[in-house]
């Protein structure tokens, strides 16, 4: 079946810009991850949803970085007022979240540059 | 806070080697999970492990758990080119309703002729 799909997969923007990324989960499946990763470095925690559960917005780095989930399906993350820091791969996963189902499924990433 | 630490992060080995690597984490957990990443691509889930002493093989590779020591370890059995990827260990935190995977740095392994 399909996988976690994103997109763009590449996204180049002017500093100051704001940027939306969409995720695609696999179907059924109720939890849906953002996560940022740098060039060569691991995978750092944005958000995650759960069900109609509020969001754990924990690891969000600054008020520019927002995301939403509409109808427990898509999710976008949107980044306002884009830095150059901000430049990293951002990977969405999906999981079941089946009673002792956590393993996430990844989609391709959407490569983002700010000039 | 649930810490995962991974060792080495940078690994560079000769084709028919053996070598391991190592997952440690800080507090109690009840699953912890390997992920691959090839270079420029997303990450693919290798293994899960759910109980202490719990071994799962595929192919070179095999991961084991011991959760009294919260240690997991990944071997690689007489490595080969296409091994080269950095693996991730990932661990559940659980709070409540809400579980989450905490990751650890990742290991760079390069294989090398």
């Known amino acids: 079946g399909a996988g976690v799909s994103q997109s763009p997969s590449n996204k180049v923007t002017e500093k100051g810009k704001d940027v939306e990324l969409r995720c695609d989960p696999i179907?059924?499946?109720?939890?849906l991850y953002w996560y940022r990763q740098s060039l060569g470095q691991g995978l750092e925690f944005l958000i995650y949803?759960?069900?109609?559960?509020?969001?754990?917005k924990s690891g969000l780095p600054s008020d520019r970085f927002s995301a939403e989930r509409t109808g427990g399906s898509v999710s976008t993350l949107t980044i306002q007022r884009t830095q150059q820091e901000d430049s990293a791969v951002y990977l969405c996963?999906?999981?079941?979240?089946?009673?002792?189902?956590?393993?996430?499924?990844f989609g391709p990433g959407t490569r983002l540059t700010v000039l | 806070e649930l810490k995962v630490e991974q060792n080495p992060l940078f690994l560079s080995m000769q084709e028919g080697k053996n070598y391991t690597i190592y997952c440690n984490y800080s507090?109690?957990?009840?699953?912890l999970y390997w992920y691959r990443q090839d270079p420029g691509k997303s990450l693919e889930s290798l293994f899960v492990?759910?109980?202490n002493g719990a071994v799962k093989q595929e192919g070179r590779l095999m991961a084991s758990l011991d959760t009294k020591a919260r240690l997991s370890t990944l071997h690689i059995t007489a490595a080969v080119h296409d091994l080269s990827a950095t693996y991730f260990c990932?661990?559940?935190?659980?709070?409540?309703?809400?579980?989450?995977?905490?990751w650890g740095l990742g290991t760079s392994l390069a294989v090398n002729p």
């Open positions: 990932a661990v559940v935190r659980s709070a409540g309703n809400n579980r989450k995977l905490i």
């Open positions: 507090t109690t957990s009840d699953r």
């Open positions: 492990l759910l109980s």
């Open positions: 179907s059924g499946h109720t939890a």
């Open positions: 949803f759960q069900g109609n559960s509020a969001p754990d």
């Open positions: 996963a999906s999981s079941p979240r089946l009673a002792g189902a956590d393993t996430q499924y």
